[in-house]
């Protein structure tokens, strides 16, 4: 029977249907951050658990650390301290491998594991963070879980789960310069709501897709949990056996022609029928920013901040709070809105190909007198390789903060944190209440029309920019 991509990989890891109807899963590969991951760790000391297959277990630094560029060791975010020896010590005593602060090759989870070639096309992969659904963008089968089923992951190798629905969302048309995954995604989720995809595990096709670079492709599947899905999934591709080649933890040798074989077999089959289907054309898509505080709040540069009120009373009540909390008014303009901050960063959009972009727009040119800007790479590796390349010389010259990596400004977690009220135009992933600060007014959008922003002071479209 034609089967969906999602399908084929549930079926491989079904270990068996438990009575009540839920499955369980069998689980390659655990991801743990200090923050949650802690949690598990410590909770398997006090239960005198073991770690059933430690060389399969991986642990990051990463949302409450210190991101200035000479950071020196885990007390100078205080915040963190507990969370980062919790699971230093945790990860030593379970004998798992640790990207610890002073690792060449720390930095955001969701960033490390591809980058590492940890995740792997038909693998499972699970990490208690519900980004983790980023990595579906190599053709894992990827989503995030709590501290206590990363528990028992870590112990069993097994997850017991409620077998979602599928959901294809094809992406056609060529993307006009200038607009970006993040473009799409936002797009996505303006029109189909933030819980548009609950219940569903997304599979992203379609010809915008198939022209995404990888990074591009993990920053559509970043945002899967931003649209309610289960997870988000792309069959891969040339590009994606590209990105894998060579990288420390993929296969090589006869075991390296043994996957591509596998994974030119991962993609759903013609005929197979998804639970639902969405269709965007991508053609005539503009940048796209937010002007509330959901993700579902977004819409074109150029567009007026819509009416609060719509057909339903519910969801007219929370955007009369959202315009109110982020002050903002029905037919103000969204370009030109003056911000205080311009962030770079985070799990959706600290890659090299983002910083690329953002030094695009950013060179010859300046930031705004008064406006803060800061770009936080998305790992010491992306870090690395843009210093190579001079990048960090276009955003030094431009007056952005340089730093090392981290989730930094993109969670407000006890840590860093903008100022009270400020409106922070960034390329993170999630705008809600005080989700950079105390009160905070987040404005979501694409590497590029942050740069662009920062250098005006208000919200601005890159592409006249981009053009020259
Ligand atoms: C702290 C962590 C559990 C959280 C998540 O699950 O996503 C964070 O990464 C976030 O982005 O809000
Ligand atoms: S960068 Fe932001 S969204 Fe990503 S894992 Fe860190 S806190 Fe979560």
Known sequence: MAATLFDKLWQEHLVETQPDGTDLIYIDRVFLHERTGSIALSSLQTDAREVFYPQQVFCCMDHIVDTYPERSDDTTMPSGRDFIVATREGAQAAGLTLFDLDDPRQGIVHVVSPEQGIVQPGATLVCPDSHTCTQGALGALAWG??????????????LRVKKPSSMRVRFEGTLPVGVTAKDMILRLIASHGASGGSGHAVEFAGEAVAALSMEGRMTLCNMAVE??????????????????????????????DAACEYWAGLHSDDTAEFDSEIVIDCSTLEPQVTWGTSPQHSGDIS??????????????????????????????????QAIDCAFIGSCTNARISDLRLAAQVLAGRKVKEGIRAICVPGSMLVKAAAEAEGLDKVFRDAGFEWRASGCSMCFFAGGEHFGFQQRVVSTTNRNFESRQGPQTRTHLASPATVAASAVTGVITDPREMLAG
């Open 227 to 256: 649209f309610s899905a289960f997870t988000g999934i792309i069959a891969p591709d040339e590009k994606t056996i590209a990105y894998l080649e060579g990288r420390p933890y993929s296969p090589s040798g006869e075991f390296w």
């Open 303 to 336: 567009a007026a901040v819509p009416a609060a009120e719509t057909d339903d009373p519910v969801d007219s009540a929370s955007r009369r709070k959202a315009l109110d909390y982020m002050a903002l008014q029905a037919g103000d303009a969204i370009a030109g």
């Open 145 to 158: 879980i709590g501290s206590s089923e990363a528990e028992h992951a870590l112990v069993t190798k097994t």
